[in-house]
């Protein structure tokens, strides 16, 4: 952090080298906030983000848990200190195996990203033809077997435990 003082003597710094430069019509916005370049690396642009994310979301162990397996997980693929540009991105997602879910949660990710560093980029045409594979009706044992194989166990405590997950749909994970 720099003093006051010393913050003071870079402005005057500062002001004196932009005058220098306005007096050569050498003059360049960019050199003047060669900071803020900095300002729009991948680091900077996914703290962004997550502020954004959190200010239309309530904060609760839901949306903590999407944040953390949905975004950071995509975000951990983006390189901090380089800057954030629509071919990094693409870069990025083509990373990623094609026809999976992992590349279509990855192509939601960063283009959202996009949109808050007001980066134009399409990356739909590489989310590829992703389907969840069909849910296959499970298969039930009847009430009947469920209580043959309770009565059926001989120990005490297993017998209860079985009860228990039958009872109320536990998984012994």
Known sequence: ?????????RAVKE????????????????????EERDLRSC??????FELDYFKRRQCTPQSKLTWKTEYRL??????????????LLRGVVLGTEPDTRTRKRFVTVL???????????DLQDLKGSYRPAKVSPKSLPSDR?????????TG????WFYGMMATFGLRPS
């Not at 430069?21 to 360049?28: C, W």
């Not at 077997?145 to 166990?153: F, R, V």
């Not at 005490?156 to 017998?159: A, E, G, H, K, L």
């Open 74 to 87: 995509v975000f951990r693929k983006l390189p901090d200190n380089e800057k954030l540009t629509a071919d």
């Open 1 to 9: 952090m720099l003093s006051q003082r010393g913050g003071i003597d």
């Open 111 to 121: 283009t959202a990203l996009a949109r808050v560093a007001d980066i134009s980029v």
């Open 43 to 48: 680091g900077y642009w996914k703290e962004r």
């Open 145 to 153: 077997e469920i209580a043959q194989i309770h009565a059926s166990i």
């Open 156 to 159: 005490t405590s297993w017998r």
């Open 15 to 34: 002001a004196r080298r932009i005058g220098y430069a306005l007096a050569a019509g050498t003059f360049d916005w960019d050199d003047v906030f060669h």
